[in-house]
């Protein structure tokens, strides 16, 4: 059963941190791309950044320089560090996986989607 849980979401101010995990299991966590994604409030999910298996990354223009991606592969595990937070990061942040880098890549840029998800970790940021 393949499953992405999510976790490291809460409330913090404007200017502030916070590191985004994703533990996966039920598949072959090393042969996928990862990525994460987030859905604000009355709006449609967008895509932040993605991670191949190559170890390359892409990131969105709204976070290039404040969000890294990162992964360890030992513990199947996703991470989303978050710096220099804005109240306009506030969204659900959803992990996801795909086996073709090129939907993977798609998907973040908005086109298409991806093979696994995870349920999501809630980011408020204050002003």
């Known amino acids: 059963q393949v499953q992405l849980v999510e976790s490291g979401g809460g409330s913090v101010q404007s200017g502030g941190s916070l590191r985004l995990a994703c533990v996966s299991s039920?598949?072959?966590?090393?042969?996928?791309?990862m990525g994460w994604f987030r859905q604000a409030p009355g709006k449609e999910r967008e895509g932040v950044a993605a991670l191949d298996s190559d170890g390359s990354t892409s990131y969105v223009d709204s976070v290039k320089g404040r969000f890294t991606i990162s992964q360890d592969n030992a513990k199947k595990t996703l991470y989303l560090q978050m710096d220099s937070l804005r109240p306009e990061d506030t969204a659900m942040y959803y992990c996801a996986a795909e086996w073709y880098y090129d939907e993977c890549e798609a998907a973040v840029r908005g086109r298409g989607g991806m093979d696994y998800w995870g349920k999501g970790t809630l980011v408020t940021i204050s002003s």
């Open positions: 039920g598949y072959t966590y090393s042969s996928y791309c």
